[in-house]
């Protein structure tokens, strides 16, 4: 038997220490990959009627603390709104059709009172996307549906898509108040360690909507929320469409013009 050499020693606890690293990795991921997003209704992206009801829902119950200073109003006229159904019905103060969707909450006044700056929420969809859970739209009808009592949390909310969130639920007066029941279990591959499984909410006090009218509501307000980080979205894959069909027309016109060319050449 040939001796062990010191350089096959090095590489081989490299490669022993490079394993155990990409498995302590594996092991943190599944453990902090917490509560399973839902799956968003993609085809509310397309339905005009909802992203007009998700416009209107956004600026009653999200654009009092949260901007989207790179939405314009009158980019809405591309989900059939017009300008004087957007003054109507989106403008409250005294803003333009053509300004963008800025909020009065001064940046300094909310670290203040809210201990952070509530983030702008122009492109929140697409910020949220992460590998293996889902898209942004998921994460946030997901975020939006999980919110539960918790009198230990400074606002007394809590979210199992976003835990120790710092935000109360904006929506409690359409989904209603509820607790959520957590029972704790031993790892069945470790018995010293105990986890906490979440098994379901309990109502405290209904809202104005049943659980499938919320639903639906919320799914409308994802909906705007993702248009909004796109608004040109629909218009760009009908513009690619076309072009990618010119082009293979064009490719069979010079390939026929080529071989038309070259069809005496020897």
């Known amino acids: 038997m040939l001796p062990e050499s010191p350089l096959m020693k090095k590489i081989l606890y490299a490669l022993l220490v490079a394993g155990a690293a990409l498995l302590g990795l594996a092991n943190s991921a599944q453990a902090e990959e917490g509560y399973p997003w839902d799956h968003f209704p993609q085809e509310k992206t397309t339905d005009m009627a909802a992203l007009q009801n998700g416009a209107r829902l956004f600026v009653n119950y999200c654009l009092n603390c949260h901007s989207a200073n790179y939405m314009r109003y009158n980019r809405m006229h591309d989900i059939g709104l017009t300008d004087d159904e957007i003054k109507k019905n989106l403008l409250f103060a005294s803003e333009k059709v053509g300004d963008t969707m800025r909020i009065a909450l001064d940046p300094k006044q909310a670290k203040e009172w809210l201990a952070a700056q509530?983030?702008?929420?122009?492109?929140?969809?697409?910020?949220?996307?992460?590998?293996?859970?889902?898209?942004?739209?998921?994460?946030?009808?997901?975020?939006?549906?999980?919110?539960?009592?918790?009198?230990?949390?400074?606002?007394?909310?809590?979210?199992?898509?976003?835990?120790?969130?710092?935000?109360?639920?904006?929506?409690?007066?359409?989904?209603?108040?509820?607790?959520?029941?957590?029972?704790?279990?031993?790892?069945?591959?470790?018995?010293?360690?105990?986890?906490?499984?979440?098994?379901?909410?309990?109502?405290?006090?209904?809202?104005?909507?049943?659980?499938?009218?919320?639903?639906?509501?919320?799914?409308?307000?994802?909906?705007?929320?993702?248009?909004?980080?796109?608004?040109?979205?629909?218009?760009?894959?009908?513009?690619?469409?076309?072009?990618?069909?010119?082009?293979?027309?064009?490719?069979?016109?010079?390939?026929?013009?080529?071989?038309?060319?070259?069809?005496?050449?020897?």
């Open 118 to 266: 509530p983030p702008d929420l122009s492109v929140i969809a697409r910020s949220r996307t992460e590998a293996g859970k889902g898209s942004g739209a998921d994460y946030l009808y997901t975020y939006l549906r999980t919110y539960y009592r918790d009198p230990a949390k400074p606002t007394g909310w809590n979210n199992l898509a976003f835990p120790d969130v710092a935000m109360p639920n904006p929506l409690w007066e359409l989904q209603g108040q509820r607790t959520a029941k957590f029972v704790e279990e031993k790892d069945p591959h470790d018995p010293a360690v105990v986890e906490r499984r979440f098994e379901g909410f309990e109502t405290v006090s209904p809202g104005k909507l049943d659980e499938q009218q919320f639903n639906e509501q919320v799914a409308d307000l994802v909906a705007y929320l993702e248009w909004m980080g796109e608004p040109s979205h629909a218009k760009r894959i009908q513009v690619g469409v076309w072009v990618l069909l010119f082009l293979g027309v064009l490719i069979v016109m010079t390939w026929r013009l080529n071989a038309a060319y070259w069809k005496d050449v020897k």
